[in-house]
């Protein structure tokens, strides 16, 4: 088991003054140390696999592929091995592969149907989505995204999501290409409750094609890691009301180079995991028209809603609810800068007592851009 470095924070609460008309939502005092989380990785679930052999490369579009061995942006990040320990490593040249075959076994027991659940575009069509997203309104090209994450355990039922995740998306909905990596509770994907580092795409709003992690050829795995994979559970400490809030902080980045969508995980160090080529894109190859930040549910349309974040609605403030901070959008230069309240807007599609988002700018000099934002679900309203 190889420790997953992450910042904790210590919260001093001052006051919990939830009506206070205040800027700051993030308003307690904190103090920063880091600590270690751990990614927990059942072994028998990944084998590893000659890197240059790995199933995506079966994909049509990835026939001639030549495999990105580390980003350019981050060269170094990639060849100094030292800080990592070698627990879970996979042979040099091998990366760790998903067993499909025990995947399916678990899917095939549970009575989910993922077709239905997957390929459909999401909230505004389709009944059972629910969205709760900070998005950005300028016409511009974008090359990334970056955000804290807070980590939270949800209790799901089978055929629910919800997911925390950053978005980068471009294209008309019939041919929307969507990259969309976070922090997810699934069981109907996973077999269990748990969260997990998770990925998912698509090139057509998620009509025929699309999927998560490693179920169909696509995302290209360049960590040895069996812990720094896409399904990776997250192991933290504590809960709502707790006085330190975990996050694990994700970024997508495009390569400036090769146009690769990359995929990289942690502060301090950053592990990198790999990424999604630019063939397999149409209007992502060139870059990113949307970012969203936030979270997204399902739940049949029978069912009622699953929380999502923490669960509880940003009214009870950073104590409580979920949140996202650092927010930062890499720009068509390929900077990385904090995105700025005038160009962001926030996307709901149901009632502020289902979910919910506040937002309200700077919070500081440790949060930066953050927001609060979920709810306990229920019967939320379209
Ligand atoms: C934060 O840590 C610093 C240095 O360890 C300490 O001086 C300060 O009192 C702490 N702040 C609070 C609010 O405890
Ligand atoms: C590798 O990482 C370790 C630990 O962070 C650091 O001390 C060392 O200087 C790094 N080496 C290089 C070549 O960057
Ligand atoms: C993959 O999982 C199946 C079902 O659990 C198991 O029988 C098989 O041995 C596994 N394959 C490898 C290479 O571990
Ligand atoms: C799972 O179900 C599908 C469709 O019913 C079937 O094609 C596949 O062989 C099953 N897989 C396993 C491992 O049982
Ligand atoms: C699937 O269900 C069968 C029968 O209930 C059980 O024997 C098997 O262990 C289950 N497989 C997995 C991977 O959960
Ligand atoms: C976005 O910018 C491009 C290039 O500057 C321009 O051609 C296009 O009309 C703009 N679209 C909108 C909706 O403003
Ligand atoms: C979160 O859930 C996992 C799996 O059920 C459990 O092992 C872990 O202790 C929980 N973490 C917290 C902070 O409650």
């Known amino acids: ?115 239905i659940e997957d390929f459909q575009y999401y909230s505004q069509s389709s009944p059972g989505y629910h969205t709760v997203t900070l998005d950005t309104t300028q016409n511009m090209t974008f090359h990334g995204a970056y955000a804290f994450i807070g980590v939270y355990n949800l209790s799901l039922q089978e055929n629910q999501y919800s997911a925390s995740s950053i978005w980068v998306e471009s294209g008309p909905p019939t041919q929307r290409n969507s990259i969309r990596v976070g922090a997810e509770v699934h069981p109907s994907l996973y077999g269990d409750s748990q969260l997990r580092i998770t990925g998912y795409w698509t090139v057509d709003g998620q009509m025929n094609n699309g999927c998560y992690n490693y179920d169909c050829s696509g995302f290209v795995q360049v960590n040895q890691n ?41 502060l301090k160090p950053v592990f990198i995991i790999g990424y999604w080529p630019k063939q397999l894109f149409t209007h992502l190859s060139t870059g990113a028209s949307l970012i969203r930040f936030g979270g997204q549910t399902y739940a049949p349309p029978n069912m009622d809603s699953p929380p999502m974040g923490s669960g509880r609605l940003p009214k009870e403030k950073l104590k409580n609810s979920g949140f996202m901070g650092s927010l930062q959008i890499i720009d068509s230069d390929y900077n990385q800068n904090d995105v700025k309240p005038k160009d962001m807007m926030p996307y709901s599609d149901t009632d502020t007592n289902c979910y919910d988002l506040w937002y309200h700018g700077d919070q500081g000099p440790f949060w930066h851009q953050a927001f609060l934002y979920g709810g306990p679900g229920g019967k939320c309203s379209i």
């Open 1 to 115: 088991m190889t420790l997953f470095l992450f910042l904790v924070i210590i919260l001093f609460v001052a006051c919990c003054n939830i009506g206070a008309s205040s800027k700051t939502l993030l308003d307690e005092q904190y103090n920063s140390t880091v600590s270690d989380s751990i990614v927990h990785q059942v072994d028998n679930d990944f084998e590893c696999v000659d890197m240059h052999k790995q199933p995506t490369l079966q994909h049509p579009l990835l026939k001639n592929h030549k495999i990105q061995l580390y980003p350019t942006f981050a060269k170094n990040i990639v060849r100094n091995r030292s800080y990592s320990k070698i627990v879970n490593e996979c042979p040099t040249g091998k990366v760790p592969i998903y067993n499909r075959t025990r995947r399916h076994q678990i899917v095939n027991n549970s009575s989910s149907n993922l077709q």
């Open 226 to 266: 069996k812990n720094y994979v896409l399904g990776a559970s997250i192991y933290f400490q504590t809960g709502i009301g707790s006085s330190k809030k975990e996050f694990i902080a994700f970024r997508i980045h495009q390569d400036r180079s090769t146009g690769n969508w990359w995929l990289t995980i942690g």
